[in-house]
């Protein structure tokens, strides 16, 4: 079943503490995203990844950085978070710039104290 | 930077009714477009996809492109309660996918 997990589904944090969100996809897609939601702003990208090392900056990556080691996994890394980064946050992934549109993953709820 | 603007912000439509989307985009080099749909608290699913002019239909749902106005919409058929969701529109460069910032439709039974 061609799935994207996403880990935690929600997460409380302090101010100045360093946040991991995870990704997983099951369908070997070369093609990973990190999108960032809040209300009347839609989704916005923060990263993309071709494959393995291979990262580029989306739209907002200002506060964040990525990490990909293997071709199923891509982390979000929040390197002492601001209260501005409360949002929900979303992962995709698809086979290369694709004919497929790109499939999400459930989302993480993060909020920022 | 591409631009994607989606009209109306939100619409109330009755059931049976005809639920037309819209959505522009600023870069002419833009090369595949998408609507998603994502009802509350959920993730985003991918609706249609279209990729030349014209327009595609699956089902209640018709997809139309016209790339010289920068312009593609979503029409819905016969709308349903179930229906009743936030719709993103997208547009596509590269491996880029720029989403607009959704049209929140409510279906009243």
């Known amino acids: 079943d061609m799935k994207v997990t996403q880990m935690p589904r929600y997460l409380i944090k302090r101010m100045g503490e360093n946040v991991l969100l995870e990704c997983g996809q099951d369908m070997s897609h070369e093609t990973m995203y990190w999108y960032r939601q809040d209300p009347g702003l839609g989704l916005q990208l923060i990263y993309i990844s071709y494959d393995v090392d291979s990262n580029s900056e989306g739209d907002i990556p200002k506060g964040y950085r990525v990490s990909r080691k293997k071709r199923e996994h891509f982390s979000l890394i929040l390197d002492s978070a601001k209260t501005n980064q409360t949002s929900v946050y979303f992962c995709?992934?698809?086979?290369?710039?694709?004919?497929?549109?790109?499939?999400f993953g459930e989302g993480t709820r993060l909020s920022v104290l | 930077q591409q631009k994607v603007q989606q009209s109306p912000e939100s619409l109330i439509v009755p059931e049976g009714a005809m639920t037309s989307l819209n959505c522009t985009f600023s870069d002419s080099a833009s090369q595949y477009f998408a609507w998603y749909r994502q009802h509350s608290g959920k993730a985003p699913k991918a609706l249609m996809s279209?990729?030349?002019?014209g327009e595609k239909e699956e089902g209640r749902f018709t997809i139309h492109l016209n790339k010289a106005s920068l312009h593609f919409s979503l029409h819905i058929r016969d709308s349903q309660p179930s229906d009743s969701a936030l719709y993103l529109c997208?547009?596509?460069?590269?491996?880029?996918?720029?989403f607009g910032t959704g049209t929140s439709l409510l279906v009243d039974p």
């Open positions: 279209i990729f030349s002019n």
């Open positions: 995709a992934s698809r086979s290369g710039q694709g004919a497929q549109a790109p499939l």
């Open positions: 997208a547009a596509n460069m590269g491996y880029k996918l720029t």
